[in-house]
């Protein structure tokens, strides 16, 4: 399957400063790159759907001024946390489809980024 | 419409035993359901998924089942075993290149 890869897969910072996750699609072309956030022992929760090339959707209730999201190419996202608190502290997937599974529905997932806000 | 409602939220399965997690859906425009795993501190991977044309999918130990008239669909895990201890989450979306719904987890431990 194809392969997605998330940069770090764990982060410490503190309080007020930026992080920026990356996920790039190794092995194939992403137009679209999905960002989720899960809480400990939690589902994964959409916050946004990134394409390439133009502005991100976000989902209700999902802070656009907070959570940045950039898809400068077909196969790099990248997720900044901006001024970062405790609250923000989470578990950060993205996903992304290859051309087939633009087809079959199959998504797949990075590693997922362990912030940690102090 | 757009939720997947999963049970149980937790199960404990003896080694040896048949897991078995049930989903439920309402927007019958959900064409593709795949069901994923996660270990602690992992991305989620996909497991298994099936269409609405199939009533049933097996991959070695992993089955899936599927009613369409029910909308419902379930896992189910042959032979379990203490390395399927993993939390499995259900999924839905409908055509197009859309995001997955998912449904809140279930936490196997399968037990020797």
């Known amino acids: 399957g194809a392969v997605v890869s998330q940069h770090p897969s764990w982060v410490i910072c503190k309080s007020g400063t930026s992080v920026k996750i990356e996920c790039r699609s190794l092995?194939?072309?992403?137009?679209?790159m999905f960002w989720y956030r899960q809480f400990p022992k939690q589902s994964l929760m959409l916050m946004a759907t990134s394409n390439e090339g133009s502005k991100a959707t976000y989902e209700q209730g999902v802070e656009k001024d907070k959570f940045l999201i950039n898809h400068a190419s077909l196969t790099l996202s990248t997720l900044t946390v901006t001024s970062a608190h405790p609250e923000d502290s989470s578990f950060y997937i993205c996903s992304a489809r290859d051309r087939e599974g633009v087809e079959t529905g199959e998504l797949f997932f990075g590693e997922g980024s362990r912030l940690t806000v102090l | 419409q757009q939720q997947v409602k999963q049970s149980p939220q937790s199960l404990i399965v003896q080694k040896g035993g048949i897991s078995i997690i049930n989903c439920a859906y309402e927007n019958t425009a959900f064409d593709y359901f795949p069901w994923y795993q996660q270990f602690p501190g992992k991305g989620p991977a996909l497991l298994i998924a099936?269409?609405?044309?199939?009533s049933e999918k097996k991959e070695g130990r992993f089955t899936i089942s599927f009613n369409k008239s029910a909308k419902q669909f379930s896992l189910h895990i042959m032979d379990s075993q203490p390395g399927d201890s993993a939390t499995y989450f259900c999924?839905?979306?409908?055509?197009?290149?859309?995001?997955?719904?998912f449904g809140k987890g279930t936490r196997l431990s399968v037990i020797a």
């Open positions: 999924a839905a979306s409908p055509p197009g290149n859309t995001p997955l719904v």
């Open positions: 099936i269409r609405p044309d199939v």
């Open positions: 092995d194939f072309q992403a137009t679209t």
